[in-house]
């Protein structure tokens, strides 16, 4: 969905609202920007911000126009911009697939404007409990938790907090993330099959949860 449909009503999507308090003209790193399917909503939303991406592959071919890339294991590798020059870090579905974390919380809280944000977002412990998927649907993502093999644990917001706050970041807020729009869907492709059913299912139920770090 293109997110520029949100801007007069971002609070509809937790991502959404929170890319949508970066300041005019500010600077938005992704990390573990991945295929750029998430910067590109980003750049429909804010195409007045200054976009910046790490990932160890990643494809920036595919990310927005002008976008600084940067080719780096987040576990170990320093990122290469000034201290303090970053308004807003997302880290969308990565801490999950990560076996430390020390380094990257460093190296958020080194980039950080003073005032700057940072959004992580991970499955919620729930997808633990869930259906394993016998013939995952294309496009749609897992639904429990081990329907992907590069998931090594769950990452509770309460750790995420505690890293932030080792790190000299304050814990602004955490929950569930959703889209209550597409949630909202849910009931029309409850009893359907295919991509629809599991995106607005995954909404619904809330898949996943989110923390929100302040420097």
């Given at each position: 969905m293109n997110w520029s449909y949100f801007r007069f009503a971002p609070w509809i999507d937790t991502r959404v609202s929170f890319v949508n308090g970066t300041p005019r003209g500010g600077a938005l790193l992704d990390l573990g920007a991945s295929d750029g399917q998430t910067l590109s909503h980003m750049a429909q939303l804010r195409p007045d911000l200054r976009f910046f991406a790490a990932d160890i592959e990643g494809r920036p071919e595919n990310y927005p126009?002008?976008?600084?890339?940067?080719?780096?294991?987040?576990?170990?590798?320093?990122?290469?911009?000034?201290?303090?020059s970053i308004d807003a870090i997302t880290c969308m579905h990565l801490v999950e697939h990560l076996t430390t974390l020390d380094h990257m919380f460093s190296e958020i809280a080194r980039l950080l404007k003073p005032g700057g944000r940072v959004y992580f977002e991970t499955p919620h412990p729930k997808t633990l409990t869930l259906p394993?998927?016998?013939?995952?649907?294309?496009?749609?993502?897992p639904m429990n938790f081990f329907d992907d093999p590069t998931h090594v644990e769950i990452v509770r917001v309460e750790k995420l907090g505690e890293f932030a706050q080792r790190n000299g970041l304050k814990v602004l807020r955490s929950g569930t993330s959703r889209n209550l729009a597409i949630a909202?869907?849910?009931?029309?492709?409850?009893?359907?099959?295919?991509?629809?059913?599991?995106?607005?299912?995954?909404?619904?139920?809330?898949?996943?949860?989110?923390?929100?770090?302040g420097a």
């Open positions: 126009s002008g976008c600084k890339f940067a080719r780096v294991d987040l576990q170990r590798d320093k990122l290469p911009w000034p201290d303090h394993r998927q016998e013939k995952p649907t294309p496009g749609a993502g909202a869907s849910y009931p029309l492709f409850c009893f359907s099959s295919g991509r629809n059913q599991i995106v607005s299912k995954t909404h619904w139920i809330g898949w996943s949860a989110y923390l929100i770090a």
